[in-house]
């Protein structure tokens, strides 16, 4: 079955940067567009950056120019590089993959900043 599962996260200064990954499983991973999403407790989950199968990527802009996103098809992992970090991109980080008409998740990953 399909699995997920994040890794990176932690606490860390405003300015500092972070790397988390998300090593998948249960499916053919260099055939799919990865993404991570992030939430904060009463907002909705927000995506934050997607890769395609060509590697082309998409950030949103809170986090363009300071976030990029890669995958490794050898290791089926995606990662998600943050830099200049801000309090507000606290959250839990989550990574997502379509498979079959449906969504999985992670168990998510928890990315505190620190003012």
């Known amino acids: 079955q399909v699995q997920l599962v994040e890794s990176g996260g932690g606490l860390v200064q405003t300015g500092g940067s972070l790397r988390l990954s998300c090593a998948a499983s249960?499916?053919?991973?260099?055939?799919?567009?990865m993404h991570w999403y992030r939430q904060v407790p009463g907002r909705q989950r927000e995506l934050v950056a997607s890769?395609?199968?060509?590697?082309?990527?998409n950030c949103s802009d809170s986090v363009k120019g300071r976030f990029t996103i890669s995958r490794d098809n050898a290791k089926n992992t995606v990662y998600l590089q943050m830099n200049s970090l801000k309090p507000e991109d606290t959250g839990v980080y989550y990574c997502?993959?379509?498979?079959?008409?449906?969504?999985?998740w992670g168990q998510g990953t928890q990315v505190t900043v620190s003012s």
């Open positions: 997502s993959v379509r498979f079959r008409g449906d969504d999985y």
């Open positions: 249960g499916f053919i991973f260099s055939l799919k567009s």
């Open positions: 890769i395609t199968v060509a590697d082309n990527t």
